[in-house]
């Protein structure tokens, strides 16, 4: 068992840059692991690798296209337009059903091939938008599962697991990080790096967080 390497499910996003961060802190050797789903915007790869090669992260990119040929949605289609506001009664449009499942099974296969047994992922339940693959419940079953599976021990780690995305800002500010997590990552679903579009709900939860997290550092 190797307790000190980890890998990171990454996408180049705020919450699994300050994951990446708070990783690189906690374990002697961090690598890190983006998929390629033929996302609309290439540049979220572009991004997680910039990132990577900044701050002297090893990075794996894997073919995920086989996402998209399963379940079409306005993370990848660029004829559906992802929803501005999430609906009340449903899911919002970007959801892929399994995305996180997938993501973290194919890093877990990518882990035991290098005798790591540290698998870190960004998904909170805290804020999110009723993606069921987010929650803590699905994360402890879904290490069950592979460990089963494979036969070895994962320790599936969600450092932002009971945090908003406020807190998530004080986590990057305390892992001093803050503004490498605010103007190098892409969030936006319209891939625009930094503060990105601020319409879509991913700028506007992203930038709510800030500003909320802003204000509690004045008082
Ligand atoms: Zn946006």
Redesign the pocket.
């Not at 969030?187 to 625009?192: D, R, S």
């Given at each position: 068992m190797n307790k000190e390497k980890a890998v990171v499910v990454f996408s180049g996003g705020q919450d699994s840059t300050t994951c990446l961060f708070w990783a690189k802190k906690k374990f002697k050797e961090v690598i890190a692991v983006s998929f390629d789903y033929n996302q609309k915007h290439k540049f979220e790869l572009e991004c997680a690798k910039d990132i990577c090669k900044k701050y002297n992260v090893e990075h794996h990119i894997l073919d995920l296209g086989l996402l998209n040929q399963l379940a079409p949605n306005s993370l990848t289609r660029v004829d559906i337009e992802?929803d501005k506001e999430t609906p009340k009664d449903s899911l919002p449009n970007s959801f892929v059903d399994g995305r996180n499942m997938l993501f973290l099974t194919f890093v877990g296969v990518f882990a035991k091939q290098r005798g790591i047994n540290n698998i870190i992922t960004g998904v909170s339940q805290s804020d999110f938008s009723g993606y069921p693959d987010c929650r803590d419940v699905f994360i402890k079953s879904l290490n069950v599962t592979l460990n089963l599976a494979m036969d070895y021990q994962f320790e599936i780690h969600t450092p932002l697991m009971w945090i908003n995305k406020a807190q998530t800002w004080e986590l990057a500010d305390e892992l001093e990080v803050l503004d490498i997590i605010k103007n190098e990552t892409l969030?936006?679903?319209?891939?625009?790096i930094g503060d990105?579009?601020?319409?879509?709900?991913?700028?506007?939860l992203?930038m709510n967080g800030y500003i909320e997290y802003m204000k509690s550092k004045e008082k």
């Open positions: 992802v969030t936006c679903y319209n891939g625009i990105g579009c601020g319409e879509c709900p991913a700028c506007k992203r």
